[in-house]
């Protein structure tokens, strides 16, 4: 039998008997409505018929299998403009959420015999579903006193005679980092040398909000160097403010992968909602997209900026490497030089004072990893995040020095 371990992140948030007052427990941009989307678009003609469209559209399982074809050339427009090869409808495969997308890559191409590299910290479905696989997986672990930075030379040396995958996350969830241009060339570099497959979940590309298109260290997609065994997945989740909108996709140059991951996804589904897949394709849309990115990415660098206040004011007590991309950071909290029990801390932050909080060491850690860190999601309302920080500003000086310190 297949052994999951239990999802920490989801179940934390799951299974907080107090209902939170204010949830920063959450990693996504401030949600959009359906008007929202007509707001945005700049085609005023197509802005009345998004709804007219779903009401009229029979209800069956689709034209084509692999996703609505006008939805899969607005997700390929993501990808061409830095793509060393044309990114076109045919590489590209719809399936309800980014989760989803990566179960099926992972469940595609890996199996007992494999070894599989992971980027660390990252979401504990890209490290923890290999392992369930059977495959033996190794952490890659940046480095926390250097910005979250990867060596390069470290991944040299994990590569064994096995070696199937390199897993990213860029950007990456907790921290907000990002894996600049310069290192992922050198990773495709490295993975094309051992013909090795580099798997990038992107779910918060292109939420850059501290680091312009015109920077040598902007990263482009993995997708875009042009490296045939190499799979993207993403959604409209994060970076896209559409949460409730099920869709995510992936994304390759290799009609192999593809070709697996196809009859994975058969195992599991036929075909994402038809009624979800016309509302990402309007939002998708080249006249919708780039003013809601613009929206959510001003929004998380302004959110980012009130928290950077908050950490300014109790730098004794906390600090981060201040995000350059996604709608969330990883604190640190420690009294006199030792990590507090970032479980307790949030534990004790929400029965107080009603904030959810994300403990490190729990949902992102081994047990070890990450002692005194929470993970905070800023892309909301900037008004309830005010109210939230103001909330924690005072546990701070009311029970943070009675927490107990990590083991």
């Known amino acids: 039998m297949v052994k999951l371990e239990p999802f920490e992140v989801d179940h934390w948030i799951l299974t907080r008997d107090i209902g939170p007052k204010y949830n920063l427990a959450h990693s996504y941009s401030l949600p959009v409505t359906i008007n929202d989307l007509k707001s945005l678009s700049e085609n005023t003609a197509a802005d009345y018929d998004i709804l007219a469209s779903v009401q009229s559209t029979p209800m069956n399982y689709g034209p084509s299998f692999t996703g609505l074809e006008q939805l899969r050339e607005n997700i390929a427009n993501l990808y061409s403009d830095d793509s060393l090869i044309p990114v076109s409808s045919d590489k590209i495969l719809t399936t309800p959420g980014a989760s989803l997308a990566n179960f099926i890559v992972l469940f595609a191409l890996i199996g007992p015999s494999d070894h599989v590299i992971v980027q660390y910290p990252t979401y504990q479905q890209l490290y923890s579903l290999p392992a369930s696989l059977g495959a033996q997986v190794s952490l890659w672990k940046a480095k926390e006193n250097d910005n979250w930075k990867l060596d390069i030379e ?10 199937k995958m390199i897993v990213l996350n860029n950007p990456q969830n907790p921290t ?12 495709i570099r490295i993975a ?3 013909s090795i497959t580099v798997f ?23 997708l875009s160097f042009g490296y045939e065994n190499t799979v993207v997945t993403s959604s409209l989740s994060k970076a896209y403010a559409l949460a409730g909108i099920r869709i995510g996709w992936i994304a390759s140059h290799s009609k192999p992968i593809l070709d697996l991951c196809i009859n994975a ?5 036929i075909t994402a909602s038809q009624v979800d897949e016309q509302i990402a394709s309007f939002a998708l849309s080249p006249s919708c997209v780039h003013n809601l990115v613009k929206r ?25 490497v201040k995000p350059v991309a996604g709608p969330i950071g990883f604190i640190r909290f420690a009294r006199s030089g030792h990590p507090v029990d970032d479980v307790a801390f949030c534990t004790r932050l ?20 990450f002692s005194g860190y929470v993970r905070l999601g800023f892309g909301g309302d900037p008004e309830v995040l005010r109210a939230a920080l103001g909330a924690l500003r005072e546990f701070m000086r009311e029970d943070y020095e009675s927490l107990p310190l990590a083991d």
Do not use: M
């Open 154 to 163: 470290e991944l040299e040396r994990l590569i064994q005679p096995n070696t």
């Open 176 to 187: 907000g980092a990002i894996i600049p241009k310069s290192s992922l060339e050198e990773i």
């Open 192 to 194: 094309k040398n051992h």
């Open 200 to 222: 990038s979940d992107e779910v918060y590309r292109p939420s850059f909000h501290s680091i312009s298109p015109g920077d040598p260290d902007y990263p482009p997609s993995a």
């Open 265 to 269: 996804r058969s195992y599991a589904l």
């Open 296 to 320: 959510n990415t001003v929004l998380a660098k302004n959110n980012r900026d009130i928290v950077q206040s908050f950490i300014d004011e109790f730098s004794s007590s906390c600090q981060w």
């Open 350 to 369: 929400l029965e107080k004072k009603g904030v959810l909080l994300v403990p490190g060491r729990k949902c992102f850690g081994d047990g070890k990893n």
